[in-house]
C-alpha cells in the first residue's frame, strides 16, 4: 500500500477516533502534542489535516495529514507512522482488501454524513424531538445529494454501489448523466463498528415517515452500536434500538455507570452480540431496555434465560 493510498483510504476522522479524542462542535480539539487549556488545534476534515495554531507546540507551522498525525502521536519515525497508519486502516495481512475498502468508503461517507447535519434545519428539528444532540452523540444525516457534487468520481460512486449506498438504476437523469437511488435518502445515520473501533456499517432512521417508522441497516449489515463494550465492562444495558442507545449515551448519570448496547428490534439479539457480551469475564449485571408491550417482553423472556445460560454469575 503506498502512501497515496493510505490517505486515500484513512480519513483524519478515523485517526481520531483511533486515539480517543474528538474535536468541539466548532472542530477545535485540545492539541495532544503540547499543554493546552484552551483548544489550539483546528481539524480540516475536507482536506483530512489538522494544523495548531500554538507557538507553543512543535507541529506549530505546519498543517499535519494523517501520517504526520499518527507520527507525532506516536513519536515515531515516518516509516514507522506508516506502519500504523496501515494498522488503523486494517491494513495487516489477515485482512481482506474487499473489507478493508468498505472500511474506508463507509467511513468517508459517515464523516460525510455527520457534517450534513450542520446544513440541514429538518434533520436538526427531528433530532430535537427525539431528545438527543448532534453535538453529544455523533449523528449523520443523508439528503440523498452526496453523489450529485461528485459525479466525476468513478471510484466513489462505484463503492457506493457495490456497498449500498446507491442503487444504479439503468437509466439517464435529465443532464444525461446515469441516475442513481441514494439508500437511506432523508434519515438520520449511526456508524456500526467492529471490534477495533472502524465503521463497518450504517443504520439509517426516516425523519419524514414517523408514523410508520422507516429505518434500514445497509446490506451486509455487521458491527455493534455504539460499538463493542470494552472487557472490564461490569454493568451493561441492552436496548431494543439505536434510538434508545443514543437517548441513554447522552444521561451522563447512566452513562457513568454502565455500559450500553443496542440489539436490532425485538428479534435482534445477533451471533455478534452474543460473542460481544460473552466475552466481558467482569460483566456482573445486564439490564434489558425494551418496550414494554408484547414483542418486548416476549424478547425478554427468550433472551434472559439465553444469557443467563452462558453467564451463570450475571444478574
Not at 121 to 146: C, D, M, V, W
Not at 150 to 166: N, P
Request: proline share 3%; glycine share 6%; with cysteine.
Amino acid at each position: 500500500m503506498t502512501i497515496e493510498q493510505i490517505k486515500t483510504e484513512l480519513t483524519l476522522s478515523q485517526v481520531l477516533h483511533y486515539y480517543h479524542l474528538k474535536p468541539d462542535k466548532n472542530l477545535r480539539l485540545s492539541c495532544p502534542f503540547h499543554e493546552d487549556k484552551t483548544p489550539s488545534m483546528q481539524v480540516y476534515y475536507r482536506t483530512h489535516t489538522a494544523y495548531c495554531f500554538s507557538s507553543n507546540c512543535k507541529t506549530h507551522g505546519k498543517a499535519m495529514d494523517v501520517i504526520d498525525f499518527i507520527m507525532y502521536k506516536e513519536s515515531c519515525t515516518k516509516h514507522e507512522a506508516i506502519l500504523k497508519a496501515k494498522e488503523v486502516i486494517g491494513g495487516g495481512a489477515t485482512a481482506a482488501n474487499q473489507e478493508l475498502t468498505r472500511i474506508a468508503v463507509l467511513t468517508k461517507m459517515y464523516t460525510y454524513f455527520k457534517n450534513g447535519v450542520h446544513n440541514s434545519k429538518p434533520a436538526k428539528e427531528y433530532i430535537e424531538q427525539r431528545s438527543l444532540s448532534h453535538e453529544k452523540t455523533e449523528i449523520g444525516y443523508n439528503s440523498g445529494q452526496f453523489h450529485h457534487g461528485t459525479r466525476k468520481d468513478e471510484a466513489l460512486i462505484k463503492s457506493c454501489i457495490e456497498y449500498g449506498l446507491l442503487l444504479d438504476l439503468g437509466t439517464k437523469s435529465r443532464t444525461g448523466n446515469p441516475a442513481y437511488k441514494p439508500f437511506g435518502k432523508w434519515c438520520i445515520v449511526f456508524a456500526l463498528r467492529n471490534k477495533q473501533g472502524q465503521i463497518v456499517s450504517l443504520y439509517f432512521r426516516s425523519i419524514i415517515d414517523n408514523n410508520k417508522c422507516r429505518h434500514y441497516y445497509l446490506k451486509g449489515r455487521q458491527g455493534l452500536y455504539p460499538r463493542y463494550p470494552k472487557v472490564e465492562t461490569k454493568k451493561l444495558i441492552l436496548t431494543e434500538s439505536i434510538i434508545d442507545a443514543a437517548s441513554l449515551l447522552e444521561q451522563e448519570a447512566i452513562k457513568s455507570k454502565y455500559k450500553i448496547l443496542s440489539l436490532y428490534g425485538t428479534n435482534g439479539l445477533t451471533a455478534e452480540h452474543i460473542e460481544a457480551v460473552s466475552g466481558l469475564k467482569e460483566l456482573n449485571e445486564i439490564i434489558f431496555f425494551l418496550n414494554g408491550d408484547t414483542p418486548g417482553i416476549k424478547a425478554v423472556e427468550k433472551y434472559a434465560p439465553m444469557l443467563k445460560g452462558m453467564l451463570p454469575s450475571v444478574k
